[in-house]
């Protein structure tokens, strides 16, 4: 395992002993009662958690993005659902605000998403546009100062908690891809409305949902970019986002593999502890040994980013190979709990069904494969 630096062990030590005294010992009770816990997320947003490698200048703390990677990795191990939370903020809705905002939009928008005032959400997909983001329905048409939205999106995380949102529509949708423009929402702009909470397999602590949009005039100083930037600047945010995705994944396997190690160490049938089977062994072996690589994937990624290297496809090969690892590991954990790994009083089922979303969002891993696969035979 590659040693943690002194700011990351702060970081992780920092987030752990948060989630100790206040995430673990609830979160059960929020996971059953569906329940996004605003104080909640506030405290955590308090931590600091969406400042750590945002410039000064916009209220950040210009540390390397592996300490953000470690912090978000620490807090999805003990409820995910507040992790997709702040990975959305900073992932989907900071990154493409620092990287295609002017300076007034960063001023306005960015600078409260990054303090943790505000909370952010990003909204492309819709029921007819998924993997093909391409698709999108929603148009946006300019008249004078002003664009006129209208249309709906599905599944869009912080839907209804969010107060910033990144929209995705079309100004010229005879152009396709190159006719998506990217709009500043907010949540008080007349004629946007949220639909009723998804019901979910999993990430039950965090809020999912759809957004209306009726004649919403979004004023002109509200575009994001240029006319047509907008496929550019979602596949280019999604980029680093799901090295976000990858940390949370990596941080679920890992909590899954300790919550085995304990657990068959504990649990006695046949007069000895779990633990003492080769097959638990066995099991857990391979385990950590995925952990391990899951791991180094993120490493390697936040790496690539860090030193300014492009990462689309690291960050792709990172994304299924962690949401993967994920899915097996926490799949694994279950089995090894035997019928306490199905029931929801133990922690094994809520990792593994929150994994499993790992493996779809921001991006399907068919997704990531068809951009590895592009990348070797371009
Ligand atoms: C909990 C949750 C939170 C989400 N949050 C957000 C959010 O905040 N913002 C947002 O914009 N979206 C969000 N999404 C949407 C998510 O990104 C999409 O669900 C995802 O991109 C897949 O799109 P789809 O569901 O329409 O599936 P589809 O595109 O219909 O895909 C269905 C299946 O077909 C496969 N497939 C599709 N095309 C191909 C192909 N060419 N080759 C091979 N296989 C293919 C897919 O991999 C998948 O297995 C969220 C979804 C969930 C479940």
Not at 121 to 131: C, D, H, R, V
């Amino acid at each position: 395992m590659i040693p943690l630096t002194e700011a990351q062990t702060r970081w992780q030590t920092k987030v752990r002993q948060f989630c100790l005294e206040k995430v673990e010992p609830t979160v059960i009770e929020r996971d059953k009662a569906q329940i996004f816990d605003r104080s909640l997320v506030k405290a955590v947003l308090g931590l600091g958690l969406t400042r750590i490698y945002w410039p000064t200048i916009y209220g950040g703390l210009g540390e390397e993005f592996m300490n953000y990677a470690v912090a978000l990795k620490e807090l999805a191990k003990y409820d995910d659902g507040l992790a997709i939370t702040v990975s959305v903020c900073v992932g989907l809705c900071c990154e493409p605000l620092a990287r295609f905002g002017t300076e007034t939009q960063k001023e306005r928008f960015l600078k409260p998403l990054v303090s943790g005032e505000a909370i952010g959400a990003f909204a492309l997909t819709e029921k007819e546009a998924g993997t093909d983001a391409s698709g999108v329905q929603t148009k946006a048409e300019r008249t004078g100062d002003e664009y006129i939205l209208n249309g709906e999106k599905v599944y869009i995380t912080n839907a209804g908690e969010a107060d910033v949102y990144i929209v995705f529509a079309m100004t010229r949708p005879e152009d396709g891809a190159k006719g998506m423009s990217a709009f500043i929402v907010t949540k008080d702009m007349v004629g946007f409305t949220v639909g009723p909470r998804d019901s979910m397999m999993g990430l039950h602590t965090s809020a999912c949902g759809s957004l209306r949009f009726n004649n919403v005039r979004v004023p002109a100083a509200n575009l994001l970019g240029r006319e047509g930037d907008g496929f550019k600047i979602a596949m280019t945010t999604l980029d680093s986002s799901r090295i976000g995705v990858a940390a949370q994944a990596t941080g679920l396997a890992e909590a899954a593999l300790e919550k085995s190690v304990a657990y068959t160490k504990e649990r006695v049938q046949f007069g000895k502890p779990l633990s003492k089977f080769q097959n638990t062994q066995f099991q857990l072996a391979e385990m950590a040994i995925q952990v391990e690589a899951a791991n180094l994937m993120l490493y390697n990624v936040a790496q690539d980013k860090t030193a300014g290297r492009p990462y689309t496809v690291s960050a792709s090969m990172a994304k299924k190979f962690c949401s993967d690892v994920a899915m097996e590991v926490t799949t694994k954990a279950v089995q090894l709990f035997g019928g306490y790994g199905y029931c929801e009083e133990y922690p094994v089922a809520r990792l593994m069904r929150n994994a499993k979303v790992t493996q779809i969002y921001e991006g399907t891993n068919e997704a990531q494969q068809m951009v590895v696969g592009g990348a070797l035979l371009r």
